[in-house]
């Protein structure tokens, strides 16, 4: 699901956060309000990216600034949705600010706290606690962000990287 903009859309400023929050049903992934706010500013720079790269005849560092700047943004928009929505998901397992379920130690479902997980970490729990078995979508997550963590432009220069943006 992508919600590109025209050239009109994008001067009268169409596209609002709330427009993308409710494109992309953030609200059903994301409960806090601030998280989901980000997240939907995010995916507007996104688009940005995606009508620049595609739509402007860039070349040379400037291309490779608008590159890099598109994959940081989209990788860390998917790590922020998979943590975001692990955290929302931990709070059916609190009783209040600093009690969690008795039942946590046998409940096969129990996800604890968000705040301190790493990509890897997070990709394992969606995998054993939520039965998301597509394991090439979880390598994916966790090769993209080692790209992204590891990036530089010297990289992008030597492979000769051409990225067509996701939509």
């Not at 992508?2 to 050239?7: E, G, L, Q, T």
């Not at 997240?39 to 009508?51: E, F, G, P, V």
């Not at 949705?81 to 609190?94: D, T, V």
């Amino acid at each position: 699901m992508s919600a590109r903009f025209s050239h009109n859309q994008l001067h009268y400023g169409e596209y609002t956060r709330l427009h993308f929050e409710n494109e992309y049903r953030l609200r059903d992934l994301i409960g806090n309000s601030k998280q989901r706010d980000s997240i939907a500013y995010s995916l507007m720079q996104s688009d940005l990216h995606n009508y620049l790269i595609n739509r402007l005849q860039v070349w040379g560092i400037v291309e490779k600034l608008l590159l890099k700047g598109a994959l940081v943004n989209l990788v860390s928009v998917i790590e922020a949705i998979i943590m975001s929505s692990l955290g929302h998901l931990h709070e059916f397992c609190r009783i209040s600010e600093n009690l969690v379920c008795k039942n946590n130690c046998r409940c096969q479902y129990y996800i604890k706290s968000s705040k301190h997980l790493k990509i890897a970490q997070a990709t394992e729990i969606l995998k054993d606690k939520l039965a998301m078995n597509d394991e090439g979508i979880l390598a994916n997550i966790i090769t993209i962000n080692s790209i992204r963590n590891n990036f530089t432009y010297q990289f992008l220069i030597h492979m000769n990287l051409s990225i067509k943006i996701i939509q």
